[in-house]
């Protein structure tokens, strides 16, 4: 019998597991058959809590087909929820060792429970191949690409995992499984990519879907809503500070 708690951050729901006072095996798998939402759970993904020698806490995550991923925004969030309120930790300010490195988490309690949870994402990666994609200049721009019947323009950031962020005219009714399953394993994606279509209202509001890697389109994403708003600043159609909207809420970034 393996304990779980289900949670999600703006719709982008994951299988959260304490791998700390339980022994997971076979995790790929289990990924697999957890987010599976006829037959298992239902889920975007996977998420291990372990323990970790250089950080508080170590978050493995798996996408729903079973692939490890580098780091998953809205994931994170719940982690810090889930240690905290679980009584694994008393702290407010923790660390999370990921595949993308240490993350901060600054943890609202009220109540003896997290409300909210603020993320400290690192730095934006703009060098090809950190990001990794195939391309000769930095930052990646205007990166032009034939999906089907269209050809997109995109903008490629990392925030941790890679993205590719690409203008839409109606992003309400726009295709995303067409043409996110086809970007996603484009062969300038070495590691595949995470794929945001988005439509401008203004410079200070934005509207994305995401079509996420290994998993297909999900209510949100919180590393592509910071890899957007990257994007959109530096093509200069965005503000700094920028609401993006997503299909279940919006973030500030």
């Given at each position: 019998m393996i304990k779980f708690t289900k949670m999600?951050?703006?719709?982008?729901?994951?299988?959260?597991?304490?791998?700390?006072?339980?022994?997971?095996?076979n995790q790929s798998s289990l990924a697999k058959f957890v987010s599976n939402r006829h037959f298992g759970i239902g889920s975007d993904g996977l998420i291990l809590i372990e323990e970790s020698k250089i950080a508080d806490f170590k978050m493995k995550m798996y996408n729903a087909d079973g692939t490890e991923a580098e780091m998953c925004g809205n994931g994170i969030r719940c982690v810090g929820k889930f240690v905290y309120d679980k009584k694994l930790t008393k702290k407010t300010t923790i660390t999370i060792e990921t595949l993308a490195g240490i993350k901060t988490?600054?943890?609202?309690?009220?109540?003896?429970?997290?409300?909210?949870?603020?993320?400290?994402?690192g730095e934006p990666i703009f060098t090809p191949e950190k990001i990794p994609v195939v391309a000769k200049q930095e930052p990646v721009k205007k990166l032009?690409?034939?999906?089907?019947?269209?050809?997109?323009?995109?903008t490629c950031v990392s925030v941790g995992n890679p993205h590719a962020v690409?203008?839409?005219?109606?992003?309400?009714?726009?295709?995303v499984e067409k043409y996110g399953k086809i970007i996603e394993k484009a062969e300038i994606?070495?590691?595949?990519?995470?794929?945001?279509?988005?439509?401008?209202?203004?410079?200070?509001?934005?509207?994305?879907r995401v079509w996420e890697r290994g998993t297909g389109e999900t209510l949100a994403c919180g590393t592509g809503a910071c890899a957007t708003a990257v994007a959109c600043n530096l093509n200069g159609i965005a503000n700094r500070n920028t609401y993006v909207e997503l299909l279940r809420g919006n973030t500030k970034n």
């Open positions: 999600q951050g703006l719709g982008n729901d994951y299988v959260y597991i304490d791998a700390i006072h339980q022994t997971i095996e988490l600054e943890l609202n309690v009220k109540n003896q429970q997290v409300e909210t949870v603020k993320v400290d994402m032009k690409i034939k999906a089907i019947d269209r050809e997109f323009e995109l690409t203008i839409v005219e109606d992003v309400d009714s726009f295709e994606f070495p590691n595949k990519a995470n794929v945001e279509f988005v439509e401008i209202q203004d410079k200070e509001h934005i509207k994305m």
